[in-house]
């Protein structure tokens, strides 16, 4: 699904709109910013990856594009965390909104500090089971914990032998099936990389 947040620029004395243009399809798990970006603004990759899960809501983990556009203005600066944010937040469905909407003043988000220091609140205690992960053998939906990547009966049956070098069926993270999965290394590369 394709959401679009708005948001403002400034060059010289103008400002202008820029629109963060968030679509999350299926695919090997990869967070990409189009649309001339700079260095700070590709960080916001990390930011808004952080923010999220410290939110108490789920990084999709799935294959996320950001057209900043107009496609032909460079953007500077770390203003886009907070549309892209809400980009990613209304396109996978974890908040509602209109996917065509709102004017959001540019903001930064700040570290992961703040989210963290918060307690008994909802987010919180969400945060741990909503992030699922699959059973490296059976592909049933599990807790994403890399230190126990299977679900209760194949861990049963694995630890009869507790080889962590026999290789499984498929990635702990994205569930796609994949060669080289083990006990002691349940990531796929590609996830391996972005975690
Ligand atoms: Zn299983
Ligand atoms: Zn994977």
Same mark, same amino acid.
Do not use: H
């Given at each position: 699904? !394709?959401?679009?947040?708005? +948001?403002?620029? *400034?060059?010289g004395?103008?400002?202008?709109i820029?629109s963060?243009e968030?679509?999350?399809?299926?695919?090997?798990?990869?967070f990409?910013?189009?649309?001339?970006?700079?260095? @700070?603004?590709?960080?916001?990759?990390?930011?808004?990856?952080?923010?999220?899960? $410290?939110?108490?809501?789920?990084?999709?983990?799935?294959?996320?594009?950001?057209? !900043?556009?107009? @496609?032909? +203005?460079?953007? @500077?600066? /770390? %203003?886009?965390? !907070? /549309?892209?944010?809400?980009?990613? !937040?209304?396109?996978?469905?974890? *908040?509602?909104? %209109?996917?065509?909407?709102?004017?959001? $003043?540019?903001?930064?988000?700040a570290?992961? +500090?703040?989210?963290?220091?918060?307690?008994?609140?909802?987010?919180?205690?969400?945060?741990?089971?909503?992030?699922?992960?699959?059973?490296?053998?059976?592909?049933?939906?599990?807790?994403?914990?890399?230190?126990r990547?299977?679900?209760?009966? =194949?861990?049963?049956?694995?630890?009869?032998?507790? $080889?962590?070098?026999?290789?499984?069926?498929?990635?702990?993270?994205?569930?796609?099936?994949?060669?080289?999965?083990?006990? @002691?290394? /349940?990531l =796929?590369?590609?996830c391996?990389?972005? $975690?």
């Amino acid at each position: 699904m !394709l959401a679009r947040v708005s +948001t403002c620029a *400034v060059e010289g004395l103008d400002g202008y709109i820029v629109s963060a243009e968030v679509d999350i399809s299926p695919g090997l798990p990869s967070f990409s910013i189009v649309g001339l970006p700079d260095t @700070a603004v590709q960080e916001a990759r990390e930011r808004v990856r952080a923010a999220i899960r $410290n939110s108490g809501c789920e990084f999709p983990m799935r294959r996320i594009t950001v057209n !900043l556009a107009p @496609a032909d +203005t460079r953007k @500077a600066g /770390p %203003s886009y965390d !907070l /549309p892209i944010a809400m980009g990613i !937040l209304i396109s996978s469905g974890q *908040v509602s909104g %209109s996917p065509d909407s709102a004017l959001f $003043n540019s903001t930064k988000l700040a570290p992961p +500090t703040a989210a963290r220091d918060r307690s008994g609140s909802v987010g919180d205690s969400g945060a741990q089971s909503e992030d699922g992960g699959s059973c490296i053998r059976c592909g049933r939906e599990i807790d994403l914990d890399p230190d126990r990547p299977l679900c209760r009966g =194949c861990y049963q049956v694995w630890s009869q032998y507790s $080889n962590s070098d026999f290789e499984e069926r498929c990635c702990l993270v994205c569930g796609d099936e994949r060669r080289g999965i083990t006990y @002691a290394k /349940p990531l =796929c590369y590609p996830c391996y990389s972005r $975690n």
